[in-house]
């Protein structure tokens, strides 16, 4: 994973969004203390701070990877990234699915099932796409409020974490939070879809 370490790949890098959910008629999480963990294993993976112990984190995905937008429901997870290349964001999709099925294993009688679908991995076509983008995945909650489950409040309300980098975005309307909301408050009329957001 030389894009890791040098600037080798940039040519590579781009907006990336990926769709986590369990086979059809399932969910993906049975408890809201599995999603609670998933979470916490995405800020741990993604924060600065796991650069100082190599040993746990040795994939630095901070160096290659900074999360915009994320949603997590029951029923699946919707990541938003910016990553150096395709390669770096499927290393922290398995990374962090690994570490889930262990949770699952140590936690409950099961894992996840062996026929889930693979992760849905789509790069997107450029910075205003994933700006759209970040209106679908924060429109799949039911109330645009915040939640610890979505990464709404980082765009509205100052939440704050070095584990979202969200400024390539933000710099597009100045970081003005009402201009946001405005915009995903119309992004839902129609109703936003993938497709859609496909700009």
């Known amino acids: 994973m030389s894009s890791f370490y040098s600037g080798v790949m940039i040519r590579n890098a781009g907006y990336f969004y990926i769709h986590l959910k369990a086979i059809k008629g399932r969910r ?8 609670a963990f998933f979470l916490l294993q ?35 997870v919707r990541l938003l990234m910016y990553s150096l290349d395709r390669e770096s964001a499927n ?26 679908p693979s992760p849905q991995l789509k790069k997107l076509h450029g910075v205003h796409h994933a700006l759209a983008m970040t209106a679908y995945i924060h429109t799949r ?46 992004s839902q009329q129609p109703r936003f879809t993938e497709t859609s957001a496909r700009g």
């Open 28 to 35: 993906f999480f049975d408890y809201n203390d599995d999603r």
């Open 42 to 76: 995405i800020q741990e993976l993604l924060s600065h701070r796991g650069l100082l112990s190599p040993e746990e984190y040795p994939l630095r995905f901070p160096l290659a990877i900074d999360l915009l937008a994320f949603s997590v429901l029951p029923s699946g």
């Open 91 to 116: 290393y922290f999709i398995q990374d962090l699915l690994g570490r889930f099925r262990l949770h699952l294993r140590q936690h409950q009688a099961y894992a996840l099932p062996k026929k889930t």
């Open 141 to 186: 909650h039911e109330q645009l409020s915040e939640t610890p489950y979505s990464s709404l409040g980082f765009y509205l309300y100052d939440r704050r974490g070095d584990w979202m980098r969200i400024w390539r975005l933000t710099r597009l309307y100045k970081n003005n939070p009402d201009t946001y909301l405005d915009y995903v408050v119309r």
